[in-house]
């Protein structure tokens, strides 16, 4: 059983999904046609010239800083400090590598979302990864198993990976045990 495990451990964390990752990032990059380039301009225009919210909404702005907020957290910052201490100044320049050919990764997800949100009797959007595996895909199975992993990852996972890059910071800098 430890064999499966290593196994299962060996494909998910291993060079087979490094390989899959960049290759979708880089496949969803030609098929957006460089979104991530193409409009960064706009990017900036939006975010300089939207300074008023339109009633019960977000600024282009305050939409960033939610989105940045929800995205980092204390493990990326640990994951950075440990990349450039294993791998130096190098580190540094694949991960802006990484987060450019991330980015039309992203760009995809979340234009799927809006494609697939409905709008409940409330009047309240309901939508995402499961939802447009459900519609889109016509997956209502894969749709299901997406939310309980994502259920599971949230509740034990990330919580987790959290506590552990605070302890460890605090049990290097205070010298006391991390458990």
């Excluded at 990059?29 to 409009?39: A, D, I, K, P, S």
């Excluded at 909404?57 to 939610?66: H, P």
């Excluded at 996972?157 to 010298?175: H, K």
């Amino acid at each position: 059983m430890p064999d499966f495990f290593s196994f299962i451990n060996s494909v998910l964390w291993g060079s087979v999904m490094i390989y899959l990752l960049f290759g979708a990032g880089c496949w969803f990059t030609f098929r957006t046609g460089f979104v991530q380039f193409r409009y960064i301009r706009q990017f900036g225009k939006s975010l300089k010239n939207s300074i008023h919210p339109q009633p019960g909404g977000l600024t282009s702005f305050q939409s960033l800083c939610t989105s940045l907020a929800a995205r980092v957290g204390s493990g990326n910052l640990a994951g950075v400090a440990l990349a450039i201490t294993a791998g130096g100044p190098g580190a540094v320049f694949l991960m802006w590598v990484a987060a450019f050919i991330g980015m039309a990764t992203s760009f995809a997800e979340c234009s799927l979302a809006q494609l697939y949100k409905e709008r409940d009797v409330n009047g309240q959007f309901r939508g995402g990864p499961a939802w447009y595996m459900a519609r889109g895909l016509g997956m209502r199975w894969m749709g299901v198993l997406f939310a309980v992993f994502l259920l599971i990852a949230y509740g034990i996972i990330f919580s987790g990976v959290q506590a552990n890059a605070v302890a460890r910071a605090l049990s290097f800098l205070l010298i006391f045990p991390r458990w």
